[in-house]
C-alpha cells in the first residue's frame, strides 16, 4: 500500500528531529535542506540512512544529491515506493 505525502513527511519530519533537535512542525516540503534547516552533508548522509531503513527504499548517491528541498526526498521516496 502506498505510504501518503503527508505519512512520508511526517515519518521524515521525526528523522530530522532525532538527528537535529529541530522542531517537526518545522521540517515542511519547502524548506531547504542546508540553506533553511542549517543540516550539512554529513549529517545528511545519516538522515539519508535512516529514510533508505524506514521507508525501505534504495538511496543512491545521485539521487541523495538532488534532495536539496525537503518535498525533493518526500517526492523520492512516494516515487520509489509507488
Known sequence: ??????????G??????EETGL?????????RF???LSID????????????TKF???????AAARFVKVGDAVAYIQAAQG
Open 12 to 17: 521524515l519530519a521525526e528523522i530530522i528531529n
Open 23 to 31: 522542531d517537526t512542525g518545522s521540517i515542511r516540503l519547502g524548506k
Open 1 to 10: 500500500m502506498a505510504v501518503s505525502e503527508r505519512e512520508i513527511l511526517d
Open 34 to 36: 542546508a540553506d533553511d
Open 56 to 62: 525501505r527504499v534504495p538511496v543512491p548517491p545521485a
Open 41 to 52: 552533508q554529513s549529517l545528511m548522509a545519516v538522515i539519508i540512512e535512516q529514510v533508505a
